[in-house]
């Protein structure tokens, strides 16, 4: 049983085109997060939203927006993609509040070209 | 200055060496702490939390130390499969996770 799934795994695609980037969670999780790991493998927090109400809006271009449209989905959404965009992104989810970890996704690799 | 430090590495060990990894936090209100492991090309996954009083899972024993603001782990009896990054993660400011930059670990037969 999957329990954080992301749709693409593998996403290649032209600069300035839009993409999207789906996540689901079967955990009952309230908090979902992306996360971006570049070519250093350093991961970065992106956004958070717990039960569809945004928490954490870290410094992102605003050619990314988040979506989630129930508390099991969010979604990613990228506008006028930028070869610097390319990396591996990450979907986590866990529950708030309870000083348990985090779940992830397997990740989804965008290539800009 | 990092949330989150731990030294990148990479450790070469032999199989069957013990290796230990340090990292440091600098939030002090930080509330769970966990080591992650992540293979190449794949998902971080939970390797262990950290608890206050340490605590061990077979061959892996984490620490913390509130009053350093540093946390452990120690790998015994290294196997090939435990060649991985190991990821420091802390937990603070309302469920916000900060990771560390990872560990490499290659076990050499």
């Known amino acids: 049983d999957t329990a954080v799934s992301q749709t693409p795994k593998y996403l290649v695609t032209q600069m300035g085109n839009d993409k999207s980037i789906k996540c689901e969670q079967n955990?009952?999780?309230?908090?979902m997060y992306w996360y971006k790991q570049d070519s250093k493998k350093f991961l970065k927090i992106m956004f958070s939203y717990n039960n569809k109400e945004l928490i954490i809006n870290e410094t992102v271009p605003n050619r990314f927006s988040p979506k989630s449209p129930d508390k099991a989905h969010l979604n990613l959404h990228i506008n006028s993609l930028e070869l610097g965009d390319s990396a591996v992104y990450f979907c986590?989810?866990?529950?708030?509040?309870?000083?348990?970890?985090?779940?992830f996704g397997p990740g989804t690799r965008l290539t800009v070209l | 200055r990092k949330e989150v430090e731990q030294d990148p590495g990479p450790f070469n060990v032999p199989e069957g060496a013990t290796v230990a990894f340090n990292c440091t936090y600098s939030?002090?209100?930080?509330?769970?702490f966990f080591w992650y492991r992540q293979d190449c090309r794949k998902e971080p996954k939970l390797l262990m939390s950290v608890y206050s009083s340490g605590n061990e899972d077979g061959r892996f024993t984490a620490q913390l130390n509130r009053a350093s603001q540093y946390i452990s782990l120690l790998i015994r009896d290294s196997k090939l499969s435990d060649s991985a990054t190991y990821l420091c993660?802390?937990?603070?400011?309302?469920?916000?996770?900060?990771f560390g930059s990872g560990t490499k670990l290659n076990v050499k037969p």
């Open positions: 955990l009952g999780h309230d908090t």
């Open positions: 939030n002090s209100a930080s509330q769970s």
């Open positions: 993660v802390v937990n603070a400011d309302f469920n916000k996770f900060y």
């Open positions: 986590a989810s866990s529950q708030r509040d309870s000083g348990r970890e985090q779940f």
